[in-house]
């Protein structure tokens, strides 16, 4: 299918860009952080909170999503992308409203530090050590005590599954169900393995000539791209990993490493749903959901996690 006639229109109102033209993350954080929805139009909620969540690192500021006045809620917790250089709580916070209120989850967005100030390990660290704070905070939350799922989108996308791969390891508490929205899985771009990159590789709003430079600032540290909790479609072993849906768009550059991650984890018998949205493109979700052939990705999400 071609690209869908809004989402092109879109494309070609835009000015071009130099994909040559080196990025400062300070300077791009400027526009890339700016939220798609208006305040004034985004869906209301029963109670929003903000609070840090203190950690061994820092305190680590959360928004916390209540959809509705009741006793105990399952909890989502939600990793923003951004090429983990960019995006915030605010960013996604038109995301975020619309799950909470889908799914009836209570969703706990995580604003985890950014690289390069902070490459990996300080973004997984980040998100695992608050969703470990939320199981011990059970009262104050009002969590259920037995729902516990992690969600992203595109790099956020990366650290739910290396959340959900950290908890399986180190057993401290359990991930129900991940829901991953067009997920970088696979940080290492020495060569294009997958058809999407090449296919898609110019046009779409993402672009794979970027790529390599975005997951630079990441691996900033010295990290391996081929450790499974940088690039979690490494990791062979995916048995006993939580219950999956996997979001892909046509046009997405990282629409195949999502595709295989999901056919990687069907074939260790976890149970997997995936959907590929045609004439879609990366990081559709808040710009284009209000589109008919999207805006039921977020119905999708509710009714996965019920």
Request: proline share 7%; glycine share 6%.
């Amino acid at each position: 299918m071609t690209l869908h006639p809004e989402i092109k229109n879109t494309f070609d109102s835009m000015p071009s860009e130099d994909s040559k033209q080196k990025i400062i993350p300070e300077e791009a954080r400027k526009f890339m952080n700016i939220p798609a929805t208006p305040i004034e139009k985004r869906v209301p909620l029963y109670a929003l909170e903000d609070k840090n969540v203190p950690t061994p690192e820092m305190d680590i500021p959360i928004r916390i999503y209540t959809p509705e006045d009741k006793g105990n809620y399952p909890v989502l917790m939600y990793f923003h992308g951004g090429a983990f250089f960019s995006g915030n709580i605010e960013s996604h916070d038109d995301i975020v409203r619309e799950i909470a209120m889908e799914s009836g989850y209570k969703v706990i967005a995580v604003d985890y530090r950014l690289a390069p100030e902070h490459p990996y390990p300080a973004a997984l660290q980040d998100c695992y050590a608050v969703t470990k704070w939320v199981t011990e905070h059970k009262e104050e939350l009002n969590w259920d005590g037995e729902n516990l799922a992690v969600a992203g989108d595109s790099s956020g996308g990366n650290l739910a599954a290396a959340v959900s791969l950290l908890s399986r390891q180190k057993q401290e508490f359990t991930i129900t169900k991940q829901v991953l929205y067009y997920p970088s899985l696979d940080l290492d771009l020495s060569e294009f393995r997958y058809a999407s990159l090449i296919e898609n590789a110019k046009g779409y709003g993402l672009e794979s000539d970027v790529l390599a430079e975005f997951n630079s600032f990441y691996l900033s540290g010295g990290a391996d791209p081929n450790d499974p909790l940088v690039s979690p479609i490494k990791e062979q072993n995916l048995e006993h990993l939580p219950a999956s849906l996997v979001i892909t768009a046509e046009h997405d550059p990282l629409r195949d490493e999502g595709e295989l991650f999901a056919e990687n984890l069907r074939n260790s018998d976890v149970s997997v749903e995936l959907k590929r949205y045609k004439g879609g493109v990366h990081a559709f979700l808040g710009k284009f959901t209000h589109l008919d052939e999207y805006k039921g990705v977020y119905r999708l999400t509710g009714e996965f996690l019920n």
